[in-house]
């Protein structure tokens, strides 16, 4: 059970770059999906997951109307677009996966036992 995200990197602000998290040794359609960031002496931040099963995101308000989420279902990848960053954006950016057991699940925030994390990927926005 692996998650590996990628497409991070260093950014001017009001700049785009797209996150991407590729699952591996897990049926993708029994797990929804989030993305998270912790910053330097910050706590982590839930931004936005989404769910196969009925579709449903959720976008923190700090990246809502800046940040879109999409998932490949074919190819078991999320993807997490990032446009007009701002230099607060700069954090190491995690995807997380809980388990749904392909049941109906709607995302309300990103909450609960997200048991499976990727390594992160570096997102540094200079001003």
């Known amino acids: 059970v692996q998650l590996v995200e990628s497409g991070g990197g260093l950014v001017q602000a009001g700049g785009s770059l797209r996150l991407s998290c590729a699952a591996s040794?897990?049926?993708?359609?029994?797990?929804?999906i989030g993305w998270f960031r912790q910053a330097p002496g910050k706590e982590r931040e839930g931004l936005s997951c989404?769910?196969?099963?009925?579709?449903?995101?959720y976008y923190a308000d700090s990246v809502k109307g800046r940040f879109t989420i999409s998932s490949d279902n074919a190819e078991k990848t999320v993807y997490l677009q990032m446009n007009s960053l701002k230099p607060e954006d700069t954090a190491v950016y995690y995807c997380a996966a809980i388990y749904t057991g392909g049941y109906h699940y709607t995302v309300r925030g990103c909450k609960g036992e997200y048991g499976v994390w990727g390594q992160g990927t570096q997102v540094t926005v200079s001003s």
């Open positions: 040794g897990f049926t993708f359609d029994d797990y929804a």
């Open positions: 989404t769910s196969s099963s009925d579709g449903s995101t």
